[in-house]
Each structure stands twice: as structure tokens, then as C-alpha cells.
């Protein structure tokens, strides 16, 4: 059990096809990269001025695409 938010829920979640990593955003607008087995926050995004409501590893694992409640659409470069 892991707390992805000091504040609200948590809107959306993906893992990565390889499992490494997982990311995830909610009511709070900011946008976490975990490793998986560690379960330890990698980075953190903040950027967004509404709620996340959904986000997606990209099919090459190099980004991440995020959109909020108000429309915001944000890419997001996976950390190496």
C-alpha cells in the first residue's frame, strides 16, 4: 500500500510494458513516476492546473502523456 496523494484521489495510473516503472496522478495536478518494485516516487510533475485525470506511458516507455479536468494536455519525457 503506497499513499500517491497527500491531498484527494488518484485519477489515473499506467505501468510500463517492461513493469519497471508506474505512474500516477490524481486530485492534487502532480504527476509521479514510481519504480515498481521499490515502490519509491523517481520524479515527480508539476505543471498542471487542474486535477489529472488520466495519463499514459508512451508505446517507446520515452514519455508520458497526461490531460486535467481543465483540458490541459501535458508531455512529459521519462527520466532515464
Do not use: M
Not at 11 to 16: E, K
Request: aromatic share 8%.
Amino acid at each position: 500500500e503506497l499513499d500517491a496523494s497527500n491531498t484527494g484521489g488518484i485519477n489515473g495510473l499506467d505501468i510500463d510494458r517492461q513493469g519497471h516503472l508506474f505512474c500516477t496522478g490524481g486530485d492534487d495536478t502532480i504527476l509521479k513516476v514510481w519504480e515498481y518494485q521499490a515502490g519509491t516516487v523517481e520524479y515527480v510533475g508539476v505543471g498542471h492546473a487542474d486535477a489529472i485525470t488520466k495519463l499514459k506511458f508512451s508505446p517507446n516507455r520515452q514519455f508520458i502523456v497526461s490531460v486535467s479536468a481543465d483540458g490541459g494536455i501535458l508531455v512529459w519525457r521519462v527520466p532515464s
